[in-house]
């Protein structure tokens, strides 16, 4: 009889625990998802609306009060770092602490306490994760995780989303030193099974979007690299968004009135802008074109999503894709592999990078009965492209999940 994923991971949770001597009978498991972003990626920090669904790829971290204040927590992902112990109040300082997975509950213990929560309930925990390091957005789905379930071990329930979303983004920027955005955050605590998401960031509101039902039978791939991204503030994103912040800084300059790349929907100001400043800064002009571009696409993505129209959802996923690979310039040479290898497989409807760029995953929409052949051909094409990471490249098929759920009697 087979056992489902959480139970798998319930019991390796487990495992572990007992070899830490952690206590975690009984203890309930929160579980976090990964997400996939159909459009705009690196659209958050340039004020676009955002949309995507939750993907089951997960975060579990099994946790039990252990009437201490300490905080006692292991990582199956990171056993080299050892059991991190620390209590609320002996945080170290914002980005002292660089090499280790601990500046995540150390960032979540530093923003809850700034934000004036008690946290003298310890706990003792376990977290293991299956997200690719780099595309699908783990470092969001564990500091979502550990602030709630921080909050819920000091039973301090917090009944504004947005406070959830902006304090999780404050552990990655203020504390760890990450320049993200909100997309990750919103796309994993907002998912629902079965819908997509879509925000307004003007407005900052939530608009789930039910597949249309005409649509074919289709999976959303995951083709991990192999490879690891070290982190956004170390990676080729926080380049990128200083550029869109610089080009909006000389816009303003010359008058143009706009508080961010998204402002920017009118052809003639597009056309205006670039005219402007091509002769300078030929890069920042092609940033913003692939954000000028990626927003015309929004509501057609949104509309053939809709209408389950899942070969036009793909098209229009592939072309973001183009965008982000020759006017963005984010991508990587074993995302592009990746994505050049599906483009040959029929049954494949679009393809691009994900995340923050450089390192991690792809990710592909894809026809149910092409799945195998897009596996065969990764399987035969990609080690031999890059045979550094044969051994740790994986093509992942994902479901659209729940962002956020708490698992019972598990353990």
């Not at 500046?103 to 706990?123: C, K, Q, T």
């Not at 030193?177 to 990750?184: F, H, K, R, T, V």
């Not at 605590?189 to 074919?216: C, D, H, Q, V």
């Not at 192999?226 to 816009?251: F, H, M, N």
């Amino acid at each position: 009889m087979s056992i489902s994923k959480d139970e798998q991971a319930a019991q390796y949770l487990k495992q572990c625990a007992a070899e830490q001597q952690l206590d975690i009978d009984g203890a309930r498991i929160r579980r976090t998802s990964s997400r996939f972003c159909l459009g705009v990626e690196h659209g958050d920090y340039n004020g676009t609306e955002l949309f995507g669904v939750g993907t089951d790829r997960f975060i579990w971290q099994a946790f039990k009060p252990n009437g201490t204040g300490h905080v006692r927590l292991f990582s199956a992902n990171f056993p080299e770092d050892g059991l991190i112990e620390f209590s609320a109040d002996e945080v170290p300082a914002p980005r002292s602490v660089t090499d280790s997975w601990a500046r995540f509950p150390l960032g979540v213990a530093y923003i809850l306490r700034e934000a004036g929560y008690d946290l003298s309930g310890g706990f003792d925990g376990v977290v293991y994760g299956n997200i690719p390091g780099g595309g699908m957005s783990r470092s969001a789905s564990l500091s979502l995780n550990l602030i709630l379930t921080m909050l819920e071990v000091n039973q301090t329930p917090v009944e504004d989303d947005f406070a959830i979303i902006d304090m999780a983004q404050a552990v990655e920027n203020k504390y760890i030193g990450s320049p993200c955005g909100q997309l990750d955050q919103v796309m994993i605590y907002f998912a629902k099974a079965g819908m997509a998401t879509r925000y307004n960031p003007a407005s900052r509101s939530i608009e789930y979007i039910a597949l249309g039902g005409g649509a074919g039978q289709f999976k959303i791939v995951s083709l991990d690299t192999g490879t690891v991204r070290p982190g956004l503030e170390k990676s080729t994103y926080r380049i990128r968004r200083a550029e869109c912040e610089q080009l909006v800084d000389l816009a303003r300059r010359q008058g143009y009135e706009i508080s961010c790349l998204a402002d920017v929907k009118e052809q003639r100001v597009f056309d205006s802008l670039v005219e402007t400043f091509v002769g300078d800064y030929p890069d920042l002009c092609r940033r913003l074109g692939y954000i000028y571009q990626a927003q015309k696409r929004f509501d057609d993505m949104i509309a053939a999503w809709q209408a389950g129209d899942i070969e036009k959802v793909g098209a229009i996923f592939r072309a973001d894709g183009i965008g982000l690979r020759d006017d963005y310039d984010i991508s990587g040479p074993e995302l592009e592999t990746m994505c050049d290898i599906a483009r040959t497989v029929e049954g494949v409807f679009g393809e691009r990078m994900l995340g923050g760029g450089d390192k991690g995953a792809s990710g592909a929409i894809v026809a149910s009965d092409a799945v195998g052949r897009l596996r065969a051909a990764v399987d035969r094409a990609y080690p031999r492209s890059h045979p550094q990471f044969a051994q740790d490249y994986a093509v992942h098929t994902c479901d659209i999940v729940d962002g956020i759920k708490v698992l019972e009697n598990l353990l």
